[in-house]
């Protein structure tokens, strides 16, 4: 069997700062059947905004960018499930708004994006972008100690979701699991 895959993703400030907004995008993601490994609300700092999006830097649209995403918190997690980053990216939908309120309607970006700036969340393209983005914003995760320790009590489903927090918790005592959400 395969190992679950974790993905990044960031809901955005515009998003953070509706909570009805916030709290349908969090049920689009259990609903499809992501488990919510870390969660972290956290305001860019400029530093970390301008390292984020480095490979932007030349675009036009850098500093809207940088800007917007230093305007508010920020709501970080790292996911699990089957093909987590390209089903993270489907759910999303792309990029440019416009588009994908006429391909992707029920997307994420479909349903709550304002523009491709604002465009409601990001999500990591790659493993290795999970890598780099989950060390920018979670330093203390070990990503392989995870999938050796904790990865399949994720996959057997010895979880409890704790809705309060965002965040599924694993059941140490595998006779107590409770059915998540």
Do not use: C
Not at 116 to 133: C, F, I, L, Y
């Amino acid at each position: 069997m395969r190992p679950l895959q974790l993905t990044f993703a960031i809901i955005k400030p515009h998003v953070v700062k509706q909570p009805l907004v916030l709290e349908t995008i969090r049920d689009m993601i259990l609903t499809s059947n992501f488990k919510v490994v870390k969660t972290r609300r956290h305001a860019f700092t400029l530093k970390e905004a301008e390292l984020f999006y480095e490979e932007h830097r030349n675009k036009f649209f850098y500093n809207r960018l940088v800007t917007f995403m230093t305007s508010g918190p920020s709501d970080f997690y790292i996911l699990a499930r089957d093909d987590a980053i390209k089903e993270w990216r489907k759910l999303m939908g792309p990029t440019k708004v416009f588009k994908t309120q006429f391909e992707a309607p029920d997307s994420i970006r479909g349903q709550f994006g304002l523009s491709d700036t604002r465009n409601a969340t990001h999500g990591s393209d790659s493993p290795e972008s999970v890598r780099k983005e989950v060390g920018l914003f979670f330093p203390h995760f070990d990503i392989e100690n995870w999938y050796q320790e904790e990865e399949p009590k994720f996959r057997a489903n010895q979880l409890e979701f704790i809705r309060e927090f965002f965040i599924h918790k694993v059941i140490e005592d595998a006779r107590t699991v409770k059915k998540t959400e």
